[in-house]
């Protein structure tokens, strides 16, 4: 019977004292039954957790591990989830440095996407149960940490095959990545898509999604395994974007030499000016990332009546959109996300933030980087 009690209430948050025979939601961080005790000691939390902490704007050297109180569900909303690993995006570099539009105040700690297990609910919680493996994203506090707290709205469920690591690398990439091609980009069933930088976190998720809705996709990564990666996951034509020319290759490959209709482009101060020369009539170049200015010829804007847009984070409803589309592709298995063969832990956070824009060892080239927490 105690065995068969444990299993009952991890698995379904259970209670004896219902009766009446309806399910019971998530267990309540702060409520009050028969088995308060017993389950503090099946879901222990600690007090304080090993935490990544930002003091002050900088290098990767601001970023240093320190023990902190574990958060807790303060709100009826609020899930508290074990983090397994963390995912480790562009964007924290940024906004690490102080200089980029979202500018959190110090002391914070960095993250957006986690994998992991929750471990406490508010009492509003209906939607996820204790022990559920789930991912987060957009997190009320940050994912480089044991620990992370986030509103219900912000976690989603994950589906058997894919691991906690692999949730890591889902929220701020697939959700980027869709918006890029579906929302500002307006890609169809057939439309010719590059992706231009295809190997990394955004671009492997662009890649499985556009395949996904029938695009005709062409890729591009520097190594011989990132463009054999790309052709496993659909890619119709793949190129080398580090070879001289190449993107002549790229205008050649599209029917008539037309072009291709959409580019999602995640180095735009290095690609933009030459992306203009290879976009069909009508085509859009979506700017996923740039690290500097650039020149582009207007005119090559002018005769194609192409467009150029960027792509940031959308409104609460397409983002609701992204990840029911996201999330349905996770549980059929035409999405399935890849996570780089080098791997962090908190302790080497300063590497990660280093090589996710650097890129130079081969371990960093291929899939998302996450850290195991």
């Known amino acids: ?108 700690t960095p993250g957006s996407d986690g994998g992991g297990v929750v471990v406490a609910t508010g009492a509003n919680v ?3 149960r204790l022990g559920q493996r789930v991912y987060v994203t957009g997190p ?66 662009a890649v499985q999604l556009a395949v996904a809705a029938g695009a005709i996709v062409y890729g591009t990564a520097s190594s011989s395994d990132g463009r054999a990666m790309l052709q496993e996951n659909g890619c119709a034509h793949v190129f080398d974007h580090s070879k001289d020319g190449y993107m002549s290759e790229v205008l050649h490959a599209t029917p008539d030499h037309r072009g291709v209709d959409v580019i999602v482009e995640m180095l735009a101060n290095h690609n933009l000016g030459h992306d203009l020369k290879v976009l069909a009539r009508g085509g859009t170049v979506a700017v996923v990332g740039s690290r500097g200015t650039v020149e582009v010829n207007p005119r090559d804007l002018m005769v194609r009546e192409a467009a150029i847009v960027g792509v940031m984070g959308g409104t609460p409803a397409e983002i609701a959109e992204g990840f029911a589309a996201i999330n ?22 300063q590497t990660a933030h280093h090589d996710v824009i650097a890129r130079e060892d081969p371990g960093t080239r291929m899939g998302k980087l996450v850290a195991h927490i």
């Open 140 to 205: 009320s506090t940050g994912t480089y940490a044991q620990y992370a707290l986030a509103h219900q709205s912000m976690l989603h469920p994950l589906p058997e095959g894919i691991s906690t690591a692999q949730g890591a690398a889902i929220g701020i990439a697939y959700r980027t990545a869709y918006r890029a091609l579906f929302i500002r980009g307006g890609v169809k069933p057939g439309s010719i898509v590059l992706v231009h930088g295809a190997s990394g976190g955004v671009g492997i998720a």
């Open 126 to 128: 209906s939607t996820f």
């Open 328 to 349: 349905a592709g996770l549980h059929s298995g035409t999405l399935h996300p890849i996570v780089a063969s080098k791997q962090y832990s908190l302790d080497t956070i």
């Open 1 to 108: 019977m105690h065995i068969l009690l444990i299993f009952l209430i991890a698995l379904f948050g259970w209670c004896p004292e219902n009766t009446a025979g309806r399910e019971r939601g998530p267990i309540d961080c702060k409520e009050q039954f028969e088995l308060e005790e017993f389950l503090t000691q099946t879901m222990e939390v600690p007090a304080s957790m090993r935490a990544v902490r930002v003091h002050k704007w900088g290098g990767p050297e601001v970023l240093q591990v320190v023990d902190v109180p574990v958060p807790k569900c303060e709100n009826g909303e609020d899930v508290l989830v074990k983090i397994e690993y963390a995912g480790i995006n562009p964007v924290d570099t940024y906004i690490r440095t102080g200089t980029y539009a979202i500018k959190p105040t110090l002391p914070y």
